[in-house]
């Protein structure tokens, strides 16, 4: 069993930046995947960003060049930095762990706020 605790959701002005962490209740050596995940109201949830265990990064279009998304093994927390946020980035942010060992697993934090204001 994996814990999420995700932070550093707010209310900022569009043009503004946020960096957003999601620390994990045990070593994150073996996820295969941590990912961000967004859903905004009325809207299914989409991928973000995702870093795989070899360092490897994937992006939405609509973040490329603005966010950033990162791991840190020694602390057991994955970040994603957005700049230069818009309205549209408005959404609940969940991080997301993906396992595959006899079994693959995903595990969710709970969620955090974005709001971005024009």
């Known amino acids: 069993q994996v814990q999420l605790v995700e932070s550093g959701g707010g209310l900022v002005q569009a043009g503004g930046s946020l960096r957003l962490s999601c620390a994990a209740s045990r070593s994150i050596l073996s996820f295969n995947t941590m990912g961000w995940y967004r859903q905004a109201p009325g809207k299914q949830r989409e991928l973000v960003a995702s870093v795989y265990s070899g360092g490897n990064t994937k992006y939405a279009d609509s973040v490329k060049g603005r966010f950033t998304i990162s791991r840190d093994s020694a602390k057991n927390t994955a970040y994603l930095q957005m700049n230069n946020l818009k309205s549209e980035d408005t959404a609940v942010y969940y991080c997301?762990?993906?396992?595959?060992?006899?079994?693959?697993?995903?595990?969710w934090g709970q969620g955090t706020q974005v709001t971005v204001s024009s």
């Open positions: 997301n762990a993906h396992i595959i060992s006899t079994q693959t697993y995903n595990f």
